[in-house]
């Protein structure tokens, strides 16, 4: 028995003396790109690119690298020796919608302020009033007050425009998202976020610990909403993962 052991560590001790750790930057055609999903799939390791692009992660001379993400296009390589030597650099390619044809109408065109104009219309305004209230117009102090009175009406602001404030999105109403939007739907949740169906409520759980603010449920905001889910997606998913190292190791 202790001579089987002894011959299994043997066998083990090239592989622990070949670990290395691969350090790399990834680029895109416009600079660094962050949180990209960075997958050793021979070892079975997951980790993403920080702020700048950078990552590091254990691998070795020919183990098979693959970087994601759902804005990007997949690209896989197999590891040689010279990954080693210093920061790699790794490039990924954009991909890029192509839109149907669409008619752009020219928006109609918005009247210019100038306070020439703006006086001139407000005595145009004065005059017509006049002329069909004259009573209100006599020289009293009263009506003197009046008049002023009706002037400061005319030239009353509008209250300015105050931005709501915005609540963090629901478990219950990422549910609803993932359960009645065309865009947001179960294919788009396993396929392109690869969550598994039976961590799907739990990863909703995830979402809403997140705070992420309901703003992004407004239409004109899904694209912003849809990299808020691809990250937190992808942080879900290296948390699994790390659970499950740690299970095995404890059996």
Known sequence: MQKTTFLLFLLCLPLLHNAQTLKGKVYDSKGTIKNIKVYNKTQNRLTLTNDDGDFSITANVKDSITFESLFYHKKTIILEDIHFTETFVFELKEILNELDEVEIKAEPEQPVFTEETYNA????????????????????????????????????????????????????????????SDFFNKELLSKDLKIPED?????????????????????????????????????????????????????
């Open 199 to 251: 961590k799907t409520y739990l990863f909703y759980d995830f979402c809403d610990a997140k705070e992420i603010s309901s703003k992004l449920l407004k239409d004109e905001n899904k694209m912003l909403l849809l990299e808020e889910l691809v990250l937190n997606s992808q942080l879900f998913l290296i948390i699994l993962e790390e659970y499950k190292e740690k299970n095995v190791s404890k059996e």
């Open 121 to 180: 219309e407000l005595k145009n305004i004065l005059k017509e009033d006049i002329k069909n209230n004259p009573h209100l117009y006599q020289p009293t102090s009263g009506n003197i007050l009046a008049v002023l009175g009706l002037v400061a009406k005319l030239l009353k602001k509008k209250d300015k425009y105050r931005e709501p404030i915005y609540k963090p999105i629901t478990y219950t109403q990422i549910d609803s998202l993932f359960d009645k």
